[in-house]
């Protein structure tokens, strides 16, 4: 079975703070995802990345940066978190480029941002 | 821009009978759809996937079909049981392995 692990279930930081939310995935997958979960507004995603060092913006960028330095990792960076992105994130993976496979998901992280 | 819509938001059942959770998507030209589980506080679980080139898939008591042309999938339980209660979201496959999901239908399975 795939698994896709998340460092934190739960986080709380200050206004400005520098956050790093971590990603693990067993099964050699090549593309990795970042969401975030809002209620009333369903799962929005932030990255993705299709190989090492590769990155492509998703629909709400804006206040994240990503890195992917290794395969099975794949980490979203919050340079200066403020209020309005305490939202549960949630990681997932996919096979490869070939557009028609399953996404696998980790537990995610509910973050608050204070 | 692809929309997915799932309605109703909420649905409770007595246990036991059959259910079918709809979920409805603007645009045909979708390379897959995908149903996953989500559990209160929990990630997603992947339920069933099914390609473009498919009409259903079926995993246990759940049944998968997809109808492209319509722009609607659905998702049939059968035999509901109290453990069967959960957040089910569908999401449409746009290419590049992107997913445009839907806001979900919360089951309750009434004991």
């Known amino acids: 079975d795939v698994k896709v692990t998340q460092s934190s279930r739960y986080l709380v930081k200050r206004t400005g703070e520098k956050v790093f939310l971590e990603c693990v995935q067993d099964?050699?997958?090549?593309?990795m995802f970042w969401y975030r979960q809002d209620p009333g507004l369903g799962l929005r995603l932030i990255y993705f990345?299709?190989?090492?060092?590769?990155?492509e913006k998703g629909d709400i960028p804006e206040g994240y940066s990503v890195s992917r330095e290794k395969k099975e990792r794949f980490s979203l960076i919050l340079e200066s978190a403020s209020t309005n992105q305490t939202s549960m994130y949630l990681c997932?993976?996919?096979?490869?480029?070939?557009?028609?496979?399953?996404?696998?998901f980790g537990p995610g992280t509910r973050l608050t941002v204070l | 821009k692809q929309e997915v819509t799932q309605i109703p938001a909420a649905l409770s059942v007595p246990e036991g009978e059959n259910l079918v959770l709809n979920c409805s998507f603007t645009d045909s030209a979708i390379y897959n759809l995908q149903w996953f589980r989500q559990d209160p506080g929990k990630g997603l679980t992947s339920l069933l996937l099914?390609?473009?080139?498919?009409r259903e898939q079926t995993s246990g008591r759940l049944n998968a079909s997809l109808d492209k042309s319509s722009g609607r999938s659905t998702l049939y339980i059968a035999a509901s049981q109290p453990g069967d209660s959960a957040t089910y979201l569908c999401a449409a496959g746009v290419g590049n392995e992107k997913l445009t999901f839907g806001t979900g239908t919360r089951l309750t399975i009434i004991p």
């Open positions: 990345s299709y190989d090492v060092k590769m990155k």
């Open positions: 099964m050699d997958h090549e593309n």
């Open positions: 997932a993976s996919s096979l490869s480029l070939s557009g028609v496979n399953e996404q696998f």
């Open positions: 099914i390609q473009s080139s498919q």
